[in-house]
Nanobody
Framework: QVQLVESGGGSVQAGGSLRLSCAASKYTYSHNCMGWFRQIPGKEREGVAV?????????YYADSVKGRFTISQGNTKNTVYLQMNSLRPEDTAVYYCATDLTLRRDYCYSGQNLNYWGQGTQVTVSS
């Protein structure tokens, strides 16, 4: 059973930066999907930045974070990071890390049917 532990959340003023980290408890080399999702109260969960290794590999960013957020993986690919710059109040949410093996890129990007999730870390951006 893979366990994911997120860290790096917190409170920041608009325009500030935070870096989220997610570490898997065991090797996830068989997983081809790993990334960050967020849930804003009253809204559906959305993919924020996700790496998909199937079909040659690709990276997804939500339109709202393009140019501001950057996803990266550690050398062993057991860790994934999210560098968040130019934060806005609308980025306030609980951020989750997730990973799994999936044959569908759209499932990876949306988080649908992913089985391994972290506990979430709160990010609060004040204006």
């Amino acid at each position: 059973q893979v366990q994911l532990v997120e860290s790096g959340g917190g409170s920041v003023q608009a325009g500030g930066s935070l870096r989220l980290s997610c570490a898997a408890s065991k090797y996830t080399y068989s997983h081809n999907c790993m990334g960050w999702f967020r849930q804003i109260p009253g809204k559906e969960r959305e993919g924020v930045a996700v790496i998909y290794g199937g079909g040659g590999g690709s990276t997804y960013y939500a339109d709202s974070v393009k140019g501001r957020f950057t996803i990266s993986q550690g050398n062993t690919k057991n860790t994934v990071y999210l560098q968040m710059n130019s934060l806005r109040p609308e980025d306030t949410a609980v951020y989750y890390c997730a990973t799994d093996l999936t044959l569908r890129r759209d499932y990876c990007y949306s988080g649908q049917n992913l089985n391994y999730w972290g506990q979430g870390t709160q990010v609060t951006v004040s204006s």
